[in-house]
């Protein structure tokens, strides 16, 4: 049985929806005096964070990964949810005085999301030292968390010879040129969005293809236009699986995120690879929240249009 690491945030995320577009309320030239309100009659609290997300649809995968977070002391309700779903809870540390992560997400019917963030506990998560794990760690991904932690984790990581995606989401802004060139040449895979992708490329002054060369696969997702993976000089576009209601996005990309883990772990190529990422995030956006989707392993096989080894 393979071990896996997920490095990143446990969060509470508060998710509302706007009932038209954020174009039609955000005027481009005036944007340097911003001053809006969204009226969003429907509010839910749900269960997220990179890791808690990740952890959560590696679960419908029959798979229990390991996670490594820093927590606050409203963290109660998710250790019974996490332990709910037989999710490991070893490496997940609470830290006196604080509070969880909190994300504040706003979708409109464009599926655009405007988002502001607290931090909390995570921005403690270099507390935490891979090194201290018994476990052989046989893939690891350091998605968005505290500064300094992705930048300990990825060192020890290496350190350990533990292969390593990289995963930088909205943490993105955080580093600067020199700090992504050590993540890029540590790293054995990278995951981005589109949006990411470019912001990536401005920053490091790379090409995509440069890029490329740098990881065994690059993935660059595209919300309903599917995603692209390049391996080897290869590029392998994914289709996304098409959804008649899209309700939510909220957690699509770590729902993609669980599936590349699963097809990296279990050594399928990057078609199948990527299909069953697909799949994942097309399971997800039918739901409202990051965690509030099932499916049964014949519904994943049914969609995968393969079996799950």
Request: aromatic share 10%; glycine share 6%; hydrophobic share 40%.
């Amino acid at each position: 049985m393979s071990n896996i690491l997920i490095c990143g945030s446990m969060a509470y995320d508060s998710i509302m929806v706007f009932e038209d577009y954020f174009k039609n309320h955000i005027l481009p030239d005036q944007i340097h005096k911003l001053s809006v309100a969204f009226y969003v009659p429907e509010l839910k609290r749900n269960f997220g964070g990179t890791a808690g997300n990740i952890a959560y649809n590696l679960s419908l995968l029959n798979t229990s990964p390991l996670i490594m977070a820093t927590v606050g002391e409203d963290f109660q309700p998710y250790i019974e949810r996490l332990s709910k779903y037989e999710i490991n809870q070893d490496y997940i540390k609470k830290i006196p005085d604080t509070l969880t992560a909190q994300a504040y997400i706003t979708t409109d019917l464009d599926d655009n999301q405007i988002t502001a963030f607290h931090p909390g506990a995570m921005i403690q998560s270099h507390q935490n030292n891979i090194t201290s794990i018994t476990e052989k760690i046989d893939l690891a991904i350091i998605a968005p968390d505290g500064k300094d932690g992705m930048i300990q984790h990825a060192n020890e990581c290496v350190e350990k010879n533990i292969p390593f995606l990289f995963d930088p989401g909205q943490g993105l802004p955080m580093f600067n040129k020199s700090e992504l060139m050590v993540f890029i040449k540590q790293a054995s895979y990278i995951a981005l969005n589109d949006y990411e992708l470019q912001l990536i490329l401005d920053k490091t002054n790379l090409t995509l293809s440069e890029l490329a060369t740098y990881v065994d696969a690059l993935i660059i997702t595209k919300g309903s236009h599917g995603s692209v993976i390049y391996s080897k000089g290869e590029e392998i576009t994914i289709n996304a699986i098409p959804i008649k209601e899209p309700v939510d996005p909220t957690g699509c990309g770590d729902a993609y995120r669980a599936g590349l883990i699963y097809g990296i772990i279990r050594k399928y190529d990057w078609a199948k690879t990527g299909r069953l990422a697909s799949v994942m995030g097309s399971i997800k956006i039918k739901f409202q929240g990051a965690q509030n989707h099932k499916a049964s392993i014949p519904e994943i096989e049914k969609l995968f249009g393969d079996t799950l080894l």
